[in-house]
């Protein structure tokens, strides 16, 4: 262990958990349009569970599901080993954060978040101090006077977030929810996401298009395409050990080496660099040759396009470590040496579009 990835799944024993919400070769389709085709899915509680997939793969269908918003066609949705397939979202213990955090124009952002309890029937203090928590949880503790007009975008996601919390729900679902987020204000409500997740301890299902988004957030990811799952697994596990071509392309950059009938995934950042005749610094290596085509400078690191002897194209990224160290020719046409670990490589399955 580098240190480097930090591990959410070991923060709480996921494995041991019981399964809180499942879905069982659910089914549904809207006219002609399969949206979601015959998916299992296992969430364990206190998990952060992400579906991930690209645009029209399914995500909010399932979540809708789950929510009660839409009834399968077949298959069943079960709450904490009861079935719920049947029964409207307000008997069911979840809560959902959409991406337009509707919050009431006219009401402050506390009397927004005391709404849902008063609703319930929840006496005055116990609303207060709950609403009281919630804001502090949210780190908005001082905002609860304001009106929502008065907030930025990311407080108005966080107090959408509070009003969902503040109901103490098994299981929070949201949809896209940074969505509208610039992306440094996105990063940062990643980390609040995850921490707030932490700290309540209450079983997040998570959609996202994102595949940093997913992989940096999540204890499991299920994949969809094309309203299947086609891969759930730890952050780790799909990015390094993708299921298939899909998986492999979706999550991540990969080249894709064929090799004795074999097909390889190698990404690009476990590929080293070098100038013709430069040594590699490292035994134990495979190494070929090739040609630049491209170089790209990104700032953290040079994304390099390289033409192997057999016409294959590769992507290898070189961290820049030092402003002068290991630089060589950046021209295309370039002759250069690219090196990586057998263990690096990893054989892809075939992806069989149905
Ligand atoms: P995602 O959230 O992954 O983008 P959705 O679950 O929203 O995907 O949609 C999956 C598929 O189902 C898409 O092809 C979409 O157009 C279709 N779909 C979703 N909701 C409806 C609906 N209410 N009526 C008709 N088609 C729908
Ligand atoms: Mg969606």
Redesign the pocket.
């Known amino acids: 262990m580098t240190g480097e990835q930090t591990q959410p799944a070991a923060a709480h024993d996921a494995d041991d958990a019981p399964v809180i919400v499942r879905l069982a070769a659910v089914h549904?389709a809207?006219?002609d349009?399969?949206?979601?085709d015959h998916v299992d899915l296992d969430v364990r509680q206190g998990e952060f569970f992400t579906?991930l997939?690209?645009?029209?793969?399914?995500?909010?269908?399932?979540?809708?599901l789950i929510a009660g918003f839409?009834k399968p066609d077949r298959g069943v949705v079960e709450l904490n080993g009861v079935d719920v397939t049947g029964l409207p979202p307000y008997d069911r213990d979840i809560n959902t954060v959409f991406q337009d955090y509707a919050l009431f124009p006219h009401m402050t952002v506390a009397e927004n978040i005391a709404y849902g309890l008063q609703a319930k029937g929840v006496g005055r203090d116990e609303t207060k101090t709950r609403v009281a928590e919630a804001l502090r949880m949210v780190r908005l503790a001082d905002y609860g006077d304001r009106s929502p007009a008065q907030l930025s975008g990311g407080q108005r996601q966080r107090v959408g977030l509070a009003r969902a919390i503040v109901n103490r729900p098994k299981v929070l679902l949201l949809?896209?929810p940074l969505g509208a987020l610039d992306l440094k204000l996105r990063q940062e409500m990643q980390s609040e996401l995850k921490r707030i997740q932490a700290e309540v301890g209450i079983t997040f299902i998570y959609?996202t298009?994102d595949q940093e988004e997913a992989l940096t957030m999540s204890d499991r990811i299920a994949i969809?395409n094309l309203?299947r799952i086609v891969q759930t697994g730890t952050p780790v596990q799909v990015y390094e050990e993708p299921a298939d071509d899909f998986v492999a392309g979706f999550v991540g950059t990969s080249n894709i080496l064929n090799r004795d009938g074999k097909r390889l995934i190698l990404r690009p950042e476990k590929i080293r660099i070098v100038a013709e005749g430069q040594s590699i610094g490292e035994a134990g290596l495979h190494v070929e040759a090739g040609r630049l085509v491209e170089a790209v400078y990104v700032g953290q690191f040079t994304r390099y396009l390289v033409a192997l002897a057999d016409g294959t194209e590769i992507v290898a990224v070189r961290q820049n470590l030092d402003r002068s160290t290991g630089r060589f020719r950046e021209a295309p046409g370039t002759k250069v040496q690219v090196a990586w670990r057998p263990d690096s490589l990893f054989e892809l399955r075939r992806f069989e579009p149905r």
């Not at 349009?33 to 979601?36: G, I, K, R």
């Not at 997939?53 to 809708?64: A, D, F, H």
């Open positions: 549904k809207y006219k349009v399969v949206a979601v579906l997939g690209p645009s029209g793969s399914g995500k909010t269908t399932s979540l809708r839409e949809d896209e959609v298009h969809f309203g």
